[in-house]
Every structure is written in structure tokens, then in C-alpha cells.
């Protein structure tokens, strides 16, 4: 009879420390909602889209700084794809805007937010000797509706862009020779696999190899 009353007891507490648990989880999931949602809108704001024409709420990052350049630039979300279950904002990357050195106004690197930016690297040349890199270029994949995938290089400083191969089904991998001032890019073009490296100088296809059929 002891033994079940010290049983009993013990499920108790312990379906109290379940309760207690379960509250104190619900409190901190409302807390990480509510920083989701106030952060998210601290960095958003709406402005004129890069063609002047219409204007969009867009969300903002951190600045980022290229440091060997001195460059400095903000990534753009879109929010147009609104709220998810979680609460949280369904973000899309769609431009960047470079800081100007003297102050003057930011350089958007797309000409309109019409389009979505898939990857953004910075390519680098590293010096073993010194252990030091330098930047080089900014690789980017850009999607958009009307011309498909595209994988495009734009300087440093996002003054120009320059689309390398565009309407491609698919980016399968890119890779930086430094040594060589060239990208390789292995894409989805139709039906087809194909290698495909270009001059980052020129600009220009220096070799377009078959991989395999799908």
C-alpha cells in the first residue's frame, strides 16, 4: 500500500515537471517569434526599385566590406513570397547595392529586383608564399523567368556585369582558375551535360566539351 502511494506521488511530480516543461517551452517559442518578427522588421524598409519605376518592401543585411578592396556592399531580400507557418519571412536574394567610396549614390549591380541571385561568391587568388588572397571577381547565378539560369561575373566594385552563358537549365558546379584568369562551369543545357570554361579578360568561351547525355 506504501508503495503505491510513493508511486502515485512520484507521477505526480513528475507530470507537474512535464507541465512546467511544456509551458516554458510555449514561452520561449512566443519569445523567439516575437525577436524573428522585430528583427525582421528593423531591416525592413521600402524604397524605389533600381528601373525608378515602381517601389517594393525589401529587407536588408548587414553591411559587407570586401577588405583588401575596400569595397562595401548590402545583399537585398525580397519579401513578396510573404509568411511561412514558423512566422518567420520567406526571403529572396534579388540584388546587391555597392557603397560608394565618396559618398555619392549606392551602384545597384542589377538593373531592376526582378530577378533572383542564386549563388554570390567572392573569387580570390591566394598567395602561399604570403598567405594573403586577393579579390578578384564576384561570381554570381541569377534566375529569372525570362532568361533562365545564367552564371555571370561582375568586378569588385559591382561597376560592370557581364553574363558569361545564360537560358541554362541548371548550374551544376563552377570552378576559379586563379593562375589562369578563367571559370569552368559545368551547366544542364537542355538534354546535355557540357564543360564549358571562359576567359574572365575577354569574356569569351575558350572551350565547350560534351560531358553526357540525359
Not at 507521477?11 to 522585430?38: H, K, M, Y
Not at 566590406?65 to 509568411?83: A, H, P
Request: a negative charge; hydrophobic letters at 35%.
Amino acid at each position: 500500500m506504501e508503495n503505491n502511494k510513493i508511486f502515485l506521488t512520484i507521477n505526480r511530480i513528475n507530470s507537474l515537471l512535464f507541465l512546467v516543461l511544456l509551458i516554458a517551452s510555449l514561452i520561449g517559442a512566443v519569445f523567439v517569434f516575437q525577436e524573428i518578427t522585430t528583427s525582421t522588421r528593423k531591416n525592413a524598409v521600402e524604397i524605389t526599385t533600381p528601373d525608378k519605376e515602381t517601389k517594393e518592401v525589401i529587407e536588408l543585411s548587414d553591411v559587407e566590406t570586401i577588405r583588401d578592396k575596400g569595397i562595401q556592399y548590402i545583399r537585398v531580400y525580397s519579401k513578396r513570397d510573404g509568411v511561412l507557418m514558423s512566422g518567420g519571412y520567406s526571403k529572396t536574394l534579388i540584388n546587391l547595392l555597392f557603397l560608394s567610396k565618396k559618398g555619392e549614390e549606392p551602384k545597384w549591380l542589377l538593373p531592376d529586383n526582378d530577378s533572383n541571385i542564386l549563388v554570390h561568391r567572392v573569387l580570390k587568388t591566394y598567395d602561399e608564399q604570403t598567405n594573403k588572397s586577393t579579390s578578384d571577381y564576384i561570381y554570381l547565378e541569377i534566375n529569372s523567368q525570362s532568361e533562365g539560369s545564367r552564371a555571370c561575373i561582375s568586378s569588385i566594385d559591382g561597376e560592370s556585369l557581364h553574363c558569361l552563358d545564360k537560358d541554362l537549365n541548371k548550374i551544376i558546379q563552377y570552378e576559379y582558375f586563379s593562375d589562369e584568369g578563367t571559370i569552368g562551369l559545368l551547366v544542364q543545357v537542355s538534354n546535355e551535360i557540357r564543360y564549358k570554361v571562359f576567359d574572365l579578360e575577354s569574356k569569351k568561351l575558350e572551350s565547350d566539351k560534351f560531358v553526357i547525355k540525359l
